[in-house]
Nanobody, 122 residues
Framework: QVQLVESGGGSVEAGGSLRLSCAVS?????MGWFRQPPGKKREGVVR????????YYADSVKGRFTISRDNTKNTLYLQMNSLKPEDTAIYYC??????????????????WGQGTQVTVSS
């Protein structure tokens, strides 16, 4: 089993920064951050393969968001800089235990955190 607990959401003005954290228990093959903007479907933001450290970002966040993992603290992070109002969403940490391809699709991930709200005002 994998348990995920997010923290770090909040409200910030456009251009500001936030760092999300996801405390992880259990083995993961890959992990990701997803978000669900108001009235829209959940979408993939970034994912990372645990062993290789390879990362894959959505075009909308490239150059502004950075995913990282501190294995000593069993914590996944999402550093979000230059935030825009369109980044407003509930952000979810997700994990997959089994091998294979970790795409930006929700179906590739079997474990989810509870979500944390990020609100960016203009």
């Amino acid at each position: 089993q994998v348990q995920l607990v997010e923290s770090g959401g909040g409200s910030v003005e456009a251009g500001g920064s936030l760092r999300l954290s996801c405390a992880v228990s259990g083995y993961t093959y890959c992990m990701g951050w997803f978000r669900q903007p108001p009235g829209k479907k959940r979408e993939g933001v970034v994912r990372i393969y645990t062993n290789s450290g390879n990362t894959y970002y959505a075009d909308s966040v490239k150059g502004r968001f950075t995913i990282s993992r501190d294995n000593t603290k069993n914590t996944l992070y999402l550093q979000m800089n230059s935030l825009k109002p369109e980044d407003t969403a509930i952000y979810y940490c997700a994990a997959r235990r089994n091998g294979g391809v970790c795409s930006a699709q929700e179906a590739d991930f079997g474990y989810w955190g509870q979500g944390t709200q990020v609100t960016v005002s203009s």
